[in-house]
T-cell receptor, first 111, second 114 residues
């Protein structure tokens, strides 16, 4: 069964304290892995798409990497405005085009 | 350009009632998907429509139904509401049916069933 597991569930960082979020996945053929940011009461906001192992994408303080079994979202020198829930999703290469989401990592960055 | 628009933003219904949620995709986007997000969980896939045809259905009961109109807007209908249907319902649109097109999500409709 296709599955996504994110860790940790919650993370508190001091401003400027870099860290990484993990997304482990099991899927019958990966079509794409996606990272989204979600603020309370809002819909997910697209961050990155990764397609193959070894691929990396960067945007401001965020960098996403992908291996055959997991993806990492690295946050460098975070700021309080980076506080949000970060969701990982995968899309399988067969069947429907649905996204399978993890439960997310709730990130709180303290000033 | 306007993003994905969902209405209403909040809704309170009584058990057993019926509800219709609406979604207008980004202009030019032909694919619409619906997701249910229970508090503290990731979104769960309900339906996907492309060019007015159903392309996928998640593990939801037949009380859930949807359709896509000629202008690519979409409705999600839920009959015989249960307390467990309380959730944030998200609509997402994309340019096409290919996996290379990412989803853009709306802000959702918060449904509370009492």
């Amino acid at each position: 069964e296709d599955q996504v597991t994110q860790s940790p569930e919650a993370l508190r960082l001091q401003e400027g304290e870099s860290s990484s979020l993990n997304c482990s996945y099991t899927v019958s053929g990966l079509r794409g892995l996606f990272w989204y940011r979600q603020d309370p009461g809002k819909g997910p906001e697209f961050l990155f798409t990764l397609y193959s192992a070894g691929e990396e994408k960067e945007k401001e303080r965020l960098k996403a990497t992908l291996t055959k079994k997991e993806s990492f979202l690295h946050i460098t020198a975070p700021k309080p405005e980076d506080s949000a829930t970060y969701l990982c999703a995968v899309q399988a290469s067969s069947g429907t085009y649905k996204y399978i989401f993890g439960t997310g990592t709730r990130l709180k960055v303290l000033a | 350009d306007a993003g994905v628009t969902q209405s209403p933003t909040h809704l309170i219904k009584t058990r057993g009632q019926h509800v219709t949620l609406r979604c207008s995709p980004i202009s030019g986007h032909k694919s619409v998907s619906w997701y249910q997000q229970v508090l503290g969980q990731g979104p769960q896939f309900i339906f996907q429509y492309y060019e007015k045809e159903e392309r996928g259905r998640g593990n939801f009961p037949d009380r859930f139904s949807a359709r896509q109109f000629p202008n690519y807007s979409s409705e999600l209908n839920v009959n015989a509401l249960l307390l467990g249907d309380s959730a944030l319902y998200l609509c997402a649109s994309s340019l096409g049916d290919s996996p290379n097109y990412g989803y853009t999500f709306g802000s959702g409709t918060r449904l509370t069933v009492v």
